[in-house]
C-alpha cells in the first residue's frame, strides 16, 4: 500500500513563488511515489471576506495552477474542498474536542485577526486549524507536504488526532509533515526577515507565478540584498542567500555551484541570470495554463471529487458510530 499525501491551497490573493516551491513542487515530485490527494480549499479561503466572483475565478486559477505545474489528474485526486461536505462535518466533531487555548496560540490567528483588530476576527478565522485538521484526518493522511508556517496548524491536527483516539479508540492516522530545508521558508524580496507572502502590502516583496516577463525582471532587480559584493550562500547573508535558493531550487543547480559560477562576478549579473531562470520557469507554465480551459478545469474537479468522496464517506461513517450518532 502506498503512503497518502494531502495538501491544499487556499483559492485567495496571487500565488507566488513560495508557494510553488515551499508546496506545489514538492507535490509533483511525490505524486508518483504516493496516493496523493490535492485541495483547493475554499471554506479556508471565506475565513477572511472574499469578492464571490473573484473566490469562483480564483478557485479554478488554483486548481489550473497545480494542472500547469505537473500534478497529473491520472495520478493524483485533485477536488474542491467545498463539494465535500465531510469536511466540514468532521471539522464540527473536531469542535467539540479541541480547546480555546489551543486555537488562540496559532500564530496565523493571531496575524490574521490583528489585521483589522480582534474584536472584528470571525469565529471560521478561529476555527481555521480544526478544518484544516478535519482536511486531513478525512483522508488517513500520513505526510502532508507543506511550507514551514503549516507547521503549528499540523502539529494541532496530530493533537487532535490522538486526543480523539484517546477517548474514542484508534480512528485516524496520525500525519506528518513534509518539508525540503531549501524550500520550506522563501523570503521576501524586499524583506529577507519575512516570508514571501501573498498579502504583503507591496508586490515588490514576491514573485506572482502569474507576473510578466517585465515585472519579473524588475521586482529582481530591485530586490534588496546584503552588503558586500561577492555572490555566497552564507546565513550572514540572508538576502542573498535566498535568492540563491530560488535560483538553485528552479535551475536545479545546488548553491555551491552557483556560488562557483559567480566568482569575480557582482550582484548584477546574477540578478540579471536570476530573472532570466524565473523567466524561463514561469513562461511555460503560464502558457499552459492558459490552454486549459475552465471546462477542462471543473471536470478534473468533478472527477476527483468523486474520486476521494467514498473515502471522506467511509471515515465519517467511522467517526460517528464512534462517538455515538445513530447511523
Ligand atoms: P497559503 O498561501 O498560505 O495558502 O500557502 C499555501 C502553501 O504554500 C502552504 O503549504 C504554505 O506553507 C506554502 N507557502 C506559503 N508561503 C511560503 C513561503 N514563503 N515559503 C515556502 N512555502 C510557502
Ligand atoms: N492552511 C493551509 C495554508 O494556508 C491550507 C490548507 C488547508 C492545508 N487545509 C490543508 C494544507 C490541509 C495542508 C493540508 O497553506
Redesign the pocket.
Known sequence: MRQRI?????PSGNLHLG?YLG?IANWVAMQDEFDSIF?V?DM?AITVSQDPVALRQKTIEIAKIYLASGIDPQKSALFV?SHIPEHAELCWILNTIAKVPELEKMT?FKDKSQKNGRESAGVGLFD??V??AA??LLYN?QT????H??VQ??EL?RTLGKRFNNKFGETFIIPDYFMKEESKLIMALDDPTKKMSKSAKSEYSYIALSDSEEIIRKKIKKAVTDSGSEIVYHDDKPALKNLINIYALLSHKTTAEIETMYVGKGYGAFKSDLAEVVVDFLKPLQEKMASISDEQVLEILRVGAEKVRPLARKKLEEVKEKIGFVI
Open positions: 494531502f495538501s491544499g491551497i487556499q508557494n508546496a485541495c480549499v479556508h474542498q496565523q481555521y486549524p478544518l484544516m482536511d486531513i493522511t502532508v507536504p507543506v511550507g508556517d503549516q496548524h499540523i491536527a
